[in-house]
């Protein structure tokens, strides 16, 4: 029984050192690949009127994030931008983080004309950044968070160029 159990805790402790597979998401004409070590880890449908979407690394000391949240209609960008900068404020992660906020400018995504909103904060006192881009496309208005460690970024970035670069709305 000892050794059933001890053989059980190795495949499981192997089972969860192993890379997330890339995934492909597709919901409402939008579509995207997650890549290999980063996992889809939350989407839920918002009463039919647009979609939440959550990717995250793999590991437990690893940073990127990427929340995509889009609404049927257009609202303006700004506002939105605004409305979800104050939802970050009040977040019980962010309240004690040193968040700071950029200024909004306008910027790109995947060649998609973006409202940006860059912002920088430590977690338990380790450096952050990311950035906020919100805009328009078939009758949609999107909100795109990317967040990393600073000292992750290069760990990140390729994952994240594959996502910003599968990233179609049809």
């Known amino acids: 029984m000892k050794n059933l159990l001890i053989l059980l805790l190795i495949i499981f402790a192997c089972n969860s050192c192993q890379e997330t597979q890339e995934d492909k998401f597709e919901k409402d004409g939008v579509s995207l690949t997650s890549p290999n070590g980063w996992k889809i880890t939350d989407k839920e449908n918002l009463s039919n009127q647009g979609y939440y979407l959550c990717i995250e690394k793999d590991g437990l000391n690893s940073s990127g994030l990427i929340t995509l949240i889009w609404v049927n209609g257009e609202f303006e960008l700004n506002e939105w931008i605004n409305i979800h900068k104050e939802e970050m404020k009040n977040n019980i992660i962010y309240k004690n ?39 328009y496309k078939k009758e949609k208005t999107f909100y795109l968070l990317i967040q990393e460690a600073i000292e992750d970024q290069y760990k990140n970035r390729r994952g994240l160029e594959l996502i910003e670069q599968s990233f179609k709305i049809e």
């Open 97 to 135: 983080s040193n968040l700071v906020f950029g200024d909004i400018h306008e910027n790109k995504f995947n060649n998609l004309n973006t409202s940006s909103l860059k912002f920088t904060f430590s977690l338990f006192g380790v450096k952050h950044q990311g950035v906020i881009h919100a805009f």
